[in-house]
């Protein structure tokens, strides 16, 4: 199983609600990632999870708050968004979880749309 | 300020012609450089890693050049195809731990 899921495919949410995108991989990868891609954009890292500890936040608001439950899982919980968080959110993998010159594998993305 | 650019107009191109891609840097000393391939709506997808001691690097139709002097990697499809149009990011990693910083894209259309 080469494949990154990602639930749910869209989500529209007021600026009020609590939400939650969850990623799943079955690869046996120790390094997880959040990125954020605004439309025309190139995606932007958010949160690096390495043997299933947070490694890398990128000073992303408090509004997001990520989760590694364990190595096959990771969340975004979401709330009191702003419309400008509206984005495509993208999962990642990757085998090796501290060294570089590892490839990415990317689920297919939450279509976020804050109200 | 670290800047990784990469061509801003589409790329328009016919079937069969060689597209070649641009990716240029500046203040950023990657150990490695790597060109995904992203269709809309959708997630990247891995097409080649290059390492800052390799010159050159080929799969199937796709080549990737790295000059880390001219801070500048070029991306070359050979024989291309409709299904080649997509956007193509290139993407630099420092090493010593897995963190990808993103070029701008280039959206490439191959008209048949």
């Known amino acids: 199983d080469t494949e990154v899921t990602q639930t749910p495919k869209h989500l529209v949410m007021g600026m009020t609600n609590k939400k939650s995108l969850k990623c799943e991989q079955h690869?046996?990868?120790?390094?997880m990632y959040w990125y954020k891609q605004k439309a025309k954009k190139p995606p932007e890292l958010m949160f690096v999870?390495?043997?299933?500890?947070?490694?890398i936040n990128e000073s992303v608001p408090s509004r997001f708050s990520p989760e590694c439950p364990n190595s096959s899982l990771l969340n975004l919980h979401l709330h009191a968004l702003q419309p400008e968080d509206s984005a495509l959110y993208l999962c990642?993998?990757?085998?090796?979880?501290?060294?570089?010159?590892?490839?990415?594998?990317f689920g297919p993305g939450t279509r976020l749309t804050v109200l | 300020s670290q800047k990784i650019e990469q061509n801003s107009e589409a790329l328009n191109i016919q079937e069969g012609k060689t597209a070649t891609l641009t990716c240029n840097y500046t203040?950023?000393?990657?150990?490695?450089l790597q060109w995904y391939r992203q269709d809309p709506g959708r997630g990247p997808v891995f097409l080649l890693l290059i390492r800052e001691n390799e010159k050159e690097k080929r799969k199937e139709r796709l080549k990737v050049t790295f000059d880390t002097t001219l801070k500048q990697s070029l991306f070359h499809i050979t024989a291309s195809q409709p299904a080649d149009s997509a956007t193509y990011l290139c993407?630099?990693?420092?090493?010593?731990?897995?963190?990808?910083?993103f070029g701008t894209g280039t959206r490439l259309l191959v008209s048949p």
């Open positions: 990642a993998s990757s085998r090796r979880g501290s060294e570089g010159g590892d490839t990415q594998y």
């Open positions: 690869m046996g990868h120790r390094a």
């Open positions: 999870y390495s043997y299933e500890k947070l490694s």
């Open positions: 993407a630099l990693d420092k090493g010593g731990f897995q963190k990808l910083v």
């Open positions: 203040n950023y000393s990657p150990a490695y």
